[in-house]
């Protein structure tokens, strides 16, 4: 606590932190093919997010989110809603038997072709290739057995929207786990996450991105409070993003820090999303959620 009351005391009569200029790639996914090294652009850190306008027809996004409605009963609970595909960091710590999440991931890809009227990951792959030097992006494999390329998530109003994280943080937490295969083909770390909207929720649900990176986090931050780390957020420079409904945006998310708002009151947010990131061998860019 006496932390906390001095982090406090510090922002009292503090101007709002300023926006930041992030460096953004604003383009039609039609046009990705002028950008061709991007991804590897995003992977170094040189950009920090790229918006892909029009990755869906707004035909294409009202045929899905009425395929979504059949969806419902299959959904699994999460923190900000619910999702369908488990993610595959939910295996949880230690666990290495990453069955459940395969035998999740193919229930799952059956029900995204559905509703979708085709393999969303085709279309995203599509847009992302052109971008990936000449590489594939492809689920990740083991023993035959492919990770999910991409998930399905619905964030519930009033439920926090996802609280200030980054992708690093994630990694000790499960290397001896649920990552236990993929660190062996993949750095991991300092990987891309990219999420494409199907439905804005009517209002919140936006997503800051901070002037902050996990290298260059406070050296006490693994102790700080839920309050310490929201007083910390709340001073930081910040940038918010709003892509539409079949807009896709991909950022710094393995190391730079990142929330989404909480919901306001009506329809939830709806995205399908992953991580991506280059292979050991370089060869082709991982997509997996
Ligand atoms: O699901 C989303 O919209 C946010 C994703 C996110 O925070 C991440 O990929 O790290």
Redesign the pocket.
């Known amino acids: 606590m006496p932390r906390f009351r001095d982090v406090t005391k510090r922002l009292r009569g503090r101007r709002p932190a300023e926006p930041v200029e992030f460096r953004v790639v604003d383009i039609a996914a039609a046009d990705t093919a002028q950008h061709p090294d991007l991804l590897l652009r995003l992977a170094d850190v040189e950009v920090d997010a790229v918006l892909l306008r029009g990755v869906l027809s707004p035909g294409e996004v009202d045929r899905a989110l009425s395929g979504f409605e059949e969806l419902h009963e299959q959904r699994s609970d999460e923190f900000m809603g619910h999702v369908l595909g488990m993610p595959l960091l939910r295996l949880g710590q230690g666990e290495t038997d990453r069955t459940p999440y395969y035998d999740s991931t193919e229930r799952a890809r059956e029900l995204y072709r559905t509703a979708f009227g085709f393999d969303p990951h085709e279309r995203v792959a599509s847009v992302l290739e052109p971008m990936a030097g000449g590489r594939k992006v492809v689920p990740p494999t083991e023993d035959g057995r492919a990770y999910n390329p991409g998930n399905l ?1 619905w964030y519930l109003p009033g439920q926090g929207g ?1 609280y200030p994280h980054v ?1 690093n943080e994630f990694v000790e937490q499960n290397e001896a786990g649920a990552l236990g295969h993929l660190l062996g083909i993949n750095e991991v770390r300092g990987w891309t ?1 990219w ?1 494409m909207v199907l439905q804005r929720p009517d209002s919140g649900g936006t ?1 800051t991105l901070y002037d902050l990176t996990h290298a260059g986090r406070p050296a006490d931050f693994e102790s700080y409070g839920e309050e310490e780390r929201a007083a910390l957020f709340l001073e930081l420079r910040h940038a918010t993003f709003d892509p539409g409904p079949g807009d896709l945006i991909a950022f710094t ?1 393995g190391v730079r820090y ?1 929330r ?1 708002e909480d919901i306001g009151p009506g329809r939830p947010r709806i ?1 399908y ?1 992953a ?1 991506l990131h280059l292979d050991r061998d370089g060869a082709r860019f991982h997509s997996w959620a």
């Open positions: 998530r996802l992708g996450s999420f997503l998310g990142h989404v995205t999303g991580f």
